[in-house]
C-alpha cells in the first residue's frame, strides 16, 4: 500500500531522447512536488501543484514540463535530454496549505549516457 | 535568496552517545521547521516539525529546537544507535503563503558506530 509511488525506479537513457517519470499519490493530498536531488545528494524543488494548478516553478529549463492529470498524478516529462539531467528525482506530496509533513516516493534514478 | 545550512556533511559518534546536528538559515524567518531521515535510495522520511513559537519537540529519542533569534534548529538523537545512521535534513517552508514550499538544506550524514 504505498503512499506515493513513482515509476520507473531507473531510467538509463541517450542524450536528446525524451522520457517521462510518473507519480501518483493515494493519500488523498492536494499538493504535489517533483525535486531533485544531485550528485552532492542535494535535494533541490522544482515544481509544486495544488489541486492540478501550477504553484511553484522554481527556474527549471523549459525542457522540464510537469503535467497533473488529476490531484492524484503528476508526472514529469523531459524533452532533449542533457547528461547534467541525470540525478535522482524524488515525488512527494502534502495536505494543502502548508505546516505539514511530505510524503515522498522512492525516487527515480535517471542516467543520461 | 534563503540559504538553509547544515553544520557539517558527515558526523561521526560512537554508539550510546548523543547525536546533535545542526541547520542554521539567513534572510526569511519560517513559520516552522521540519526535519527528516534519508537512508540511502530511499526518499526523505518526515521525523518532526516544530513551530516558531514552540521552543522545543520530543519524539522519543529525538529532541529538536528551534532558535528564532539565532535562525538555528538543532537536532538530537540521545543514546544513539548503529541504525540511526542516515542523512538527516532540515527543511523550511518559504512563501508563496498558503502553498507549502519546502526548501532543504544540505544535510549531514550521520554514522553511528558500534
Known amino acids: 500500500d504505498t503512499a506515493v509511488s513513482q515509476t520507473p525506479k531507473y531510467l538509463v537513457t541517450q542524450m536528446g531522447n525524451d522520457k517521462s517519470i510518473k507519480c501518483e499519490q493515494n493519500l488523498g493530498h492536494d499538493t504535489m512536488y517533483w525535486y531533485k536531488q544531485d550528485s552532492k545528494k542535494f535535494l533541490k524543488i522544482m515544481f509544486s501543484?495544488?489541486?492540478?494548478?501550477?504553484?511553484i516553478n522554481e527556474t527549471v529549463p523549459n525542457r522540464f514540463s510537469p503535467k497533473s492529470p488529476d490531484k492524484a498524478h503528476l508526472n514529469l516529462h523531459i524533452n532533449s535530454l542533457e547528461l547534467g539531467d541525470s540525478a535522482v528525482y524524488f515525488c512527494a506530496s502534502a495536505r494543502a496549505g502548508g505546516n505539514t509533513e511530505a510524503f515522498f516516493g522512492q525516487g527515480t534514478r535517471l542516467t543520461v549516457v | 535568496s534563503q540559504k538553509i545550512e547544515q553544520n557539517s556533511e558527515a558526523l561521526n559518534i560512537q554508539e550510546g552517545k548523543t547525536a546533535t546536528l545542526t541547520c542554521n538559515y539567513t534572510?526569511?524567518?519560517?513559520?516552522?521547521l521540519q526535519w527528516y531521515r534519508q537512508d540511502p535510495g530511499r526518499g526523505p522520511v518526515f521525523l518532526l516539525l516544530i513551530r516558531e513559537n514552540e521552543k522545543e519537540k520530543r519524539k522519543e529519542r529525538l529532541k529538536v529546537t528551534f532558535d528564532t533569534t539565532l535562525k538555528q534548529s538543532l537536532f538530537h538523537i540521545t543514546a544513539s544507535q548503529p541504525a540511526d545512521s542516515a542523512t538527516y535534513l532540515c527543511a523550511l517552508d518559504l512563501p508563496p503563503t498558503g502553498f507549502q514550499k519546502l526548501v532543504f538544506g544540505t544535510g549531514t550524514r550521520l554514522l553511528v558506530s558500534p
Open positions: 534572510n526569511y524567518s519560517p513559520a516552522y
Open positions: 501543484y495544488n489541486n492540478k494548478e501550477l504553484i
